[in-house]
């Protein structure tokens, strides 16, 4: 099998990292440190050079529907440690959009976020470890919904137009565009200050069009976007994870220590390598999942390794940097602090690894 990017795909990662590096110095990202995290002319500057177009048809204004392409722009952002969060935006409501509606407003909303436009996704709820069952529930009267519910952890939230909400209903699982005027946005505070808020939704009155799928897909569509989601969190935890790794191998190749620089000593060798093994193994498992989302629906299992892989590489790289480094690793005139507290969010968030290989588990002995 041949592992090897297509020379198009080289050339974007190559493009992406020269703007990346140009807007991500150290001295910009200090600025978002404590401030809101969110660039706007980064954002910006990624839609006029067709960059939030990366794995969506050529209809929509996209550069086609590939989702190996949409990983490489996650993948690069988190080695960049860029101050965005639109996975909400360009994976959970764009590629779901893309895969379950057809109807033209919904289409055009993606045409609206590859031009710069953000909407985001409310899907994980507080004190609910399901979500594919969601708590939050949609009362059907007539041709209107009525939502009540809580959704946590929503990337964006006080910027976007509308939120892509899931909910119960006595018809199943739906989803459905909310408008973010309707909804009470709180913001949260979290790990490495990424832009989170709880979304409160009171007895939200909807007409029917607000539902982005066909009768009877809801579930299928949330399942869907469950895995997507793992997968491009993954991407972007192999791109902090490939920095750190970067990091490591430059330090312990410049520290001396009696006499000698510090790779050069056994231990450290060997621990920086197993550091690059795991690297590895997520680049690949990732890329496994993106082909194979690339032609089906469902794939759970593939999205839950990639997950799982995830997890443990950021937990164990992290850790390895840390104490490779030794005090430098928490001196915030360095890097390495910003893209450990990253780490630990792609970590835990969507379920540590033990919870996923718990599910990736049961779905084995079960035959799925």
């Known amino acids: 099998m041949d592992f090897l990017e297509l020379s198009y795909q080289s050339e974007v990662r190559d493009s992406l990292d020269k703007i990346l590096a140009q807007q991500c110095t150290p001295n910009n990202l200090k600025k978002f440190d404590e401030d809101f995290k ?14 939030l177009g990366l ?28 101050p965005l969060s639109i996975i909400g935006c360009l994976v959970d409501v764009v590629q779901t959009i893309q895969k379950f509606s057809d109807g033209n407003t919904h289409r055009s909303l ?25 708590l939050t529930r949609a009362e059907i009267d007539g041709d209107n919904l009525i939502i009540t519910g809580t959704k946590y952890l929503s990337e964006l939230a006080s910027k976007s137009k509308s939120i892509l909400v899931s909910v119960n209903s006595v018809e199943g699982v739906l989803l459905v565009l909310v408008d973010s005027s309707k909804v009470k946005i709180s913001e949260l505070s979290t ?29 299928e569509a949330l399942r869907y976007l469950l895995q997507i ?27 001396e220590q009696f006499g000698r620089v510090i790779g050069s000593f056994q231990a450290v060798s060997h621990r ?10 997520l680049r690949l498992v990732n890329q496994q999942a993106a082909v194979n989302l690339n032609t089906n629906l469902d794939c759970e299992n593939d999205a839950l390794i990639s997950k799982i892989w995830a997890g443990n590489a950021c937990h ?7 104490h490779l ?25 969507n379920g540590s690894a033990s919870q996923n290989i718990d599910r990736l588990g049961l779905n084995i002995t079960s035959n799925q």
């Open 325 to 349: 480094h030794g005090g430098m690793g928490v001196d915030k005139d360095y890097v390495l602090w910003r893209y450990c507290l990253l780490a630990k969010e792609c970590e835990l968030i």
């Open 316 to 322: 164990k790289i992290s850790y390895s940097a840390q």
């Open 229 to 255: 989601n793992m997968v491009m969190r993954s991407y972007l935890a192999l791109g902090i994870t490939e920095k750190m790794t970067s990091l490591i191998a430059g330090y312990t190749s410049e520290r």
């Open 55 to 82: 794995g969506v048809n050529e209809q929509s204004g996209g550069s086609g529907e590939n989702l190996y392409d949409l990983g490489i722009l996650f993948e690069r952002l988190g080695y960049h440690a860029a």
């Open 272 to 281: 920086a390598a197993d550091c690059f093994i795991d690297l590895e193994c």
């Open 38 to 51: 969110h660039d706007e002319q980064l954002l910006s500057l990624l839609a006029k050079n067709g960059y």
């Open 110 to 134: 993606i045409e609206a976020i590859v031009g710069g436009e953000i909407h985001t996704s409310a899907i994980l709820e507080p004190l609910n470890q399901d979500p594919e069952n969601p």
């Open 191 to 219: 790990t490495a200050n990424s832009p989170s808020f709880k979304v409160d939704l009171d007895s939200v009155t909807l007409d029917r069009s607000a539902i982005i799928h066909a009768d009877g897909r809801g579930l």
